[in-house]
């Protein structure tokens, strides 16, 4: 086992859990541009993905908080096309959740073999991620 770079890892606890948040205002935006006939289901998928990620960030800033870091009062800028039709939104989200993956897999790079719990929880939420970007590219999949 190596020792944890602790301010790193609170670093990168940060700039997730500033992501996390953004993705709560990103996905209830999206669950209220949503029309047309299958609106329905496609508002509850969005606002699913709006209560899962505040609870990611709630994960993310309790091992924050535990490792003595100071939660982060921002959320990451959010990109938008200002297309409000349902492929333009499920694109912004595939991208979004790539990102998340993106520094899911860097916080895992930070404390693999360093700390077995962090290694634990980052594999899971890559696993979420992972999961998330196989949905949503599932759905794109009849406009391609």
Request: proline letters at 3%; a negative charge.
């Amino acid at each position: 086992m190596r020792e944890l770079d602790r301010d790193k890892t609170i670093d990168l606890l940060n700039e997730i859990m500033e992501f996390e948040l953004a993705g709560v205002v990103r996905y209830t935006h999206y669950s209220l541009m949503i029309t047309g006939p299958h609106r329905i289901p496609i508002v509850q998928f969005f606002q699913a993905q709006a209560t899962e990620s505040l609870t990611h960030a709630q994960q993310v800033g309790q091992i924050l908080t535990g490792l003595e870091g100071h939660p982060s009062l921002k959320i990451a800028p959010i990109e938008e096309t200002y297309e409000h039709d349902l492929k333009a939104i499920l694109t912004e989200s595939l991208n979004h959740e790539k990102k998340a993956l993106d520094l899911y897999k860097t916080l895992l790079d930070t404390v693999e073999n360093a700390s077995v719990y962090l290694e634990e929880f980052v594999r899971g939420m890559i696993g979420t991620e992972e999961l998330h970007t196989i949905e949503i590219r599932k759905m794109l999949r009849d406009f391609a």
